[in-house]
């Protein structure tokens, strides 16, 4: 199923002409035949349009921050952005061998809730009262405070009250000036947590990691428990995981997040600065993975124990693949037989639409239309177009990090990995290290790639298009119901999972077949009308 | 479960730990998909739109859609002035709803942004409409941003322009779900009273599924209508804290006598609503609803022992709450712990009143509360049963104390929004689920040679 010019036009026609004229740089159709399609990404929504994206306060504490278990993420601000944010991203937790269950604060909302006469006159010693009063309450190991627009316009100074709490309580108090209005969607705060785990949390721990294949998973939150899913695949192939960026993590994982000899990285727009700065300072080589699909995974797989180069992992990790493929394909194969040939649209953040296009051909569907609410050109692009984008008024208020090799830790990537120079350089012919090669290359000709997919667009391209599956968030979900067509969460998963890796492609088999036809589809047209002659279908 | 919580009292005077409100500005939006045809449209950045949006969807499972001015760092500086017309003009021209109603957000009040102004220079076509509320987040809570939309709602459009006042009746149904809505407009057509019922999420947010998608669905109180609650003889302000200034608006603008009354949850609140239309249009009361006010009674008679004594808390939006606490007291229940999160020490009095009234003296009541403060109290001196939102299921696992579900919001369990709780036929839901919750923990907890068949 294939878009063509004309009615591409048609959507865009009832849009005024600037929105018209922006809108059309953040579509295209896709053409394998073009070196290099480009598309316009990170850059302001237009005032007034329905766009699905959120803010910079909604990505550095509700994606990044939000997750790490063991600390007490105090929101700055009106209660309404910690209200949002508490427990409603499905970023799961539990106790482990370093976090006992009483220092897990996952289940609390914290917020200062910011009145008038705090507008007024200032919020900082409210928000220094509160410190106090949660780390008498709670003895958390570490708190964060995550700023809300009011707190950047009347100037509070949080970093201010945040060093001198550090001072009074003997612990760690990071503050991030996430306001709501800065950057042009989540991205900007995604930056901005990235920033300072890196410049503040990351390699502050002296734990000794023990294992010979030491790997972070970075960017996986662990939503409806894909990390465990991950790390048990991880484990049974023969390596430790040290730490997960920040599914399921704690503060004291992150502190050693320099003890792994390699960074996976599984979402790529949320967490690239900080494998991208570990590189410069540790010399940590990173390599990004899908543990979305069988197939995805087992290559993801494939290529990681080709990067340590040891004939026993490589050994395990095919027999894990093996084992694993044997038990869940004869499952997909089931449900395969409902979802074979059916098509889906994906417009999820800033990864997912590229992810699950590979699980989705593991049962026989293609994705026709994907999209990314917060993405930058490299996420569909490919990273090598990042040193042509230019960078604009709202990239530049974020700031960049600049690091320079750690005296004592950095070592070169292959010292890292236990390998000879030449084999390493080698290896970077074979494999893609620090390489995210895009959305765009595994589209198909004349599919749809959707920059900042808006709401008129959703609901004439499904118009158009037809399709089987409509892949995104709540938001979504019930418009696209009501339109006659299947839709599932997939920020939410529609409160299942896991959806990653070998378990997970089982559960999302199921999930999307149950969904593809359940029973009330074929209810709605109610008996009294089925057969009463209609205008169109009886003509 | 909330293995973290402190023992004994601690010191927590700042703040909110597990907040028991939200902002305004979700109340405002809500209100506003109560008008025809309308767009809330949120002016602040691209976060508050997309939050409330996510969490008026995942409590009505229908969709909600509204717009955002999307404040970028330059409109934060320089004022939100151009983000707005641009709004306006482009929502106009792309979604084309009759109405668009602007909230406000914490971030365009604390710049300061000056919106009946802002309005006043955009364009807008002609037929259609623009109104507003200030709705910031530092105030009050969604309940408070949920009446000043209605009260918007009044100043923009009511009008009196009939020399007599119409035979028809303003119903403002306050902070309930569209299930509640539909059952109240039926009350009042079973009395026999034309009734201007805004705003009203029926048939906006339980719409049926056809296959036949329309941006704006056939429910919701028309502009039409809400000019013409000007000319109506008699409003009803449902729940004084999310329809009691839109009333007295109406009162004062239009002329329109306001009687404020408890939402009609509970016998005695149903009983005080039907009364007020009886004896404002000598309506008379059909046998229909004397029987179904009468199976309520017979209900109490015959299940009190599911309840009765039983030590409840409850928590959640001040007019649900007080009205529950009302209604559990008729159940013969004991409210010890009572809270709001929605500031204001009026609905501290007024629990107190009815807990007084009821004989009930160590009952601990708390405006602008939060759920950590409830979750103490539970702990030091237990519950049989909490009654509120989704919010307290932690405490109910933690505790080990059954929830019922009531209120606003509602994320875990669903079908609620299109079941009314307002009425004798919610009286009746009402029973059965504190009767189930109850009876199924009696069922848990009994030994074998307890267990029984018959209960």
Not at chain 1, 266 to 291: D, V
Not at chain 2, 167 to 194: K, S, T
Request: charged share 25%.
């Amino acid at each position: 199923m294939a878009i063509n010019e004309a009615q591409f036009e048609e959507i865009l026609t009832p849009y005024p002409d600037k929105v018209r004229k922006n809108r059309k740089k953040h579509l295209l159709i896709r053409d394998t035949t073009e070196a290099c399609q480009q598309i316009e990404a990170n850059t302001r929504t237009i005032p007034g349009i329905i766009s699905q994206r959120g803010c910079a306060f909604a990505g550095c504490k509700g994606v990044v921050v939000g997750p790490i278990k063991d600390m007490v993420h105090i929101v700055h601000g009106p209660v309404g952005c910690a209200y949002y944010s508490w427990g409603t991203r499905r970023n799961k937790a539990r106790a482990d061998a370093n976090t006992p269950p009483e220092q897990i604060f996952s289940q609390l909302c914290f917020t200062t809730d910011m009145q008038e006469s705090d507008i007024v006159f200032g919020g900082e010693k409210k928000l220094a009262k509160m410190i106090d009063e949660v780390v008498e309450i709670f003895h958390p190991r570490a708190v964060s405070i995550c700023a809300t627009c009011p707190v950047g316009l009347i100037g509070d100074d949080i970093g201010a009250v945040a060093k001198a709490a550090e001072e009074r309580h003997g612990i760690q108090v990071l503050s991030f000036n996430c306001e709501g209005y800065k950057g042009v969607s989540q991205s900007a705060g995604h930056h901005i947590a990235n920033n300072n785990l890196m410049e503040y949390v990351i390699g502050t721990g002296d734990r000794q990691v023990e294992g010979d294949f030491v790997v972070n998973i970075l960017g996986e939150y662990n939503i409806g428990g894909d990390s465990w899913e991950i790390e048990r695949i991880l484990e049974e192939c023969g390596y430790t995981v040290n730490c997960v960026l920040t599914g399921d993590t704690s503060y004291l994982d992150i502190r050693d997040l320099d003890k792994a000899s390699l960074n996976i990285v599984q979402c790529h727009r949320s967490i690239n600065y900080i494998a991208e700065m570990m590189e410069t300072k540790y010399g940590t080589p990173w390599l990004k993975c899908n543990f979305i699909g069988i197939n995805a995974t087992a290559q993801s797989l494939r290529e990681m124990a080709q990067v340590f180069g040891d004939e026993a992992l490589i050994r395990r990790t095919e027999e894990v693949i093996a084992r694993e493929t044997a038990r869940v394909t004869p499952v997909l194969d089931q449900y395969r037989k409902v979802c074979e040939g059916k098509t889906a649209f994906g417009i999820v953040g800033g990864s997912r639409s590229h992810h699950y296009q590979h699980l989705l051909r593991d049962l026989g569907m293609e994705m026709i239309v994907a999209g990314y609410e917060f993405a930058h050109r490299d996420d569909y692009e490919g990273r090598q177009v990042i040193p042509t984008i230019k960078s604009d008024a709202d990239s530049k208020n974020i700031p960049e990090l600049h690091l320079s090799p750690d005296e004592e830790l950095y070592r070169e990537a292959h010292v890292h990995l236990n390998l000879p120079k030449e084999r390493y350089d080698e290896l970077c012919e074979r494999i893609p290290l620090g390489y995210y090669a895009g959305l765009n290359t595994d589209m198909k000709d004349g599919s749809v790639v959707i920059d900042d997919c808006n709401h008129h667009e959703v609901e004439e391209l499904i118009r158009t298009l037809k399709p089987d599956l409509f892949l995104s968030g709540v938001r979504d979900k019930y418009i696209v119901h009501k339109m006659g067509v299947p839709s599932k969460q997939l920020h939410a998963y529609d409160y299942s999972g896991p959806y990653a890796g070998f378990n997970g492609a089982i559960v999302f088999a199921r999930d999307v077949a149950n969904a593809l036809t359940t029973p009330a589809w074929n209810l709605i047209t109610p008996p009294w009308e089925e057969y009463e002659p209609q205008g169109e279908t009886d003509a | 479960m909330l293995d973290c919580m402190p023992t004994g009292t601690v010191e927590h005077t700042v703040g909110k730990i597990n907040p028991a409100k939200t902002c305004q500005p979700m109340g405002a939006m809500y209100a506003a998909l109560g008008i025809h045809g309308c767009l809330p449209h949120s002016h602040g950045s691209q976060g508050c739109c997309a939050y409330h949006r996510m969490h008026l969807t995942r409590h009505f499972r229908d969709p909600v859609l509204a717009s955002s001015s999307s404040f970028t760092e330059g409109a934060s500086v320089f004022g939100g002035a151009a983000n707005l017309k641009t709004s306006i003009k482009n929502v106009f021209e792309i979604y084309r709803p009759d109405v668009i109603a602007v909230h406000t957000t914490c971030l365009s009040e604390t710049i300061g942004d000056d919106i009946p102004n802002i309005i006043r220079e955009s364009e807008i076509p002609e037929g259609k409409t623009v109104i507003h509320a200030n709705t910031p987040s530092y105030q009050g809570s969604h309940i408070t941003g949920f009446a000043n939309m209605c009260r918007a709602m009044v100043s923009y459009i009511a009008e009196a322009d009939m020399p007599i006042k119409k035979p028809q009746v303003n119903i403002l149904p306050g902070f309930v779900n569209p299930g509640d809505m539909r059952e109240l407009r039926r009350l009042a057509d079973v009395l026999g009273v034309p009734a201007i019922l805004f705003p009203d999420t029926s048939n906006v947010l339980d719409t049926p599924l056809t296959s036949r998608y329309e941006m704006y669905p056939a429910g919701g109180a028309t502009v039409e209508e809400i000019r013409d609650s000007g000319n109506s003889r008699l409003t009803l302000a449902l729940g004084t804290w999310a329809s009691g200034s839109a009333g007295a608006l109406l009162q004062e603008k239009c002329g329109v006598p306001c009687i404020p009354l408890t939402l009609p949850i509970g016998l005695k609140a149903t009983d005080d609503f039907v009364m007020a239309l009886k004896s404002g249009f000598g309506a008379t009361v059909p046998d229909s609803l004397a029987i179904e006010r009468g199976q309520v009674v017979d209900t109490l008679i015959d299940t009190h022992f599911h309840y009765q004594g039983k030590r409840v808390a409850i928590f959640g939006d001040p007019d649900t709450v007080i009205a529950l606490v009302e209604f559990t007291l008729t159940m013969g229940m004991k409210p010890v712990y009572v809270l709001t999160g929605t500031p204001g020490s009026r609905f501290e009095t007024e629990v107190r009143q009815l807990l007084d009234e009821a004989g009930i003296e160590d009952a601990r009541v708390r405006a602008e509360g939060d759920l950590f403060e409830l979750q103490q109290w539970i702990r030091e001196d237990p519950v049989d049963l909490m009654l509120g939102t989704s919010y307290g299921k932690y405490i109910a696992r933690a505790e080990d104390v059954p929830l019922v579900r009531v209120g606003f919001p509602i994320l875990d369990r669903a079908v609620h929004p299109l079941m009314p709780i307002v009425g004798y036929r919610g009286c009746l839901r009402l029973i059965e689920q504190i009767s189930n919750a109850l009876l199924e923990r009696r069922d848990r907890d009994s030994l074998d040679e307890d267990y029984e068949l018959v209960l």
